[in-house]
């Protein structure tokens, strides 16, 4: 990967998570501590983003659909099977209450 190409989509990748937190300060739940929420949803998108990226790679390389992603509509559509469950399971998490434990023993 070129390095314009690296510190491009690192850029992008803090301004999402930059924009995110006015997101988790509005849909996180009102036991869930905001910092926590939010470590919640960068963890999991990153997580879950990372796992689906890698498995759809792999599967475009394996169904020889690689070459298809140089193409505006076939790469739209890979991103969204990327990014969206991600977004959504991180979003789910985040809005879950804290659990509650009781002190050990």
């Known amino acids: 990967m070129e390095n314009g190409t690296f510190l ?4 992008v990748w803090i301004a ?9 300060l509005r849909i996180r739940h ?3 501590r905001p ?3 939010y470590l919640i949803f960068v963890s999991l998108f990153t997580l879950i983003a990372g796992i689906l990226f890698a498995l759809f790679s792999w599967l475009a390389v394996v ?3 690689s070459e298809a992603l140089n ?3 076939p790469a739209i559509v890979f991103l969204l099977l990327v990014f969206a ?3 959504l399971v991180a979003i789910w998490q985040a809005r879950k209450p804290r659990l509650r434990r009781p002190p050990p023993g």
């Open 71 to 73: 193409r505006l509509f």
């Open 85 to 87: 469950p991600a977004f």
């Open 16 to 24: 999402f998570f930059i924009l995110a937190i006015p997101l988790v």
């Open 30 to 32: 009102p036991d869930q």
């Open 35 to 37: 910092f926590a929420a």
């Open 8 to 11: 491009a989509a690192f850029l």
């Open 63 to 65: 169904m020889d659909l």
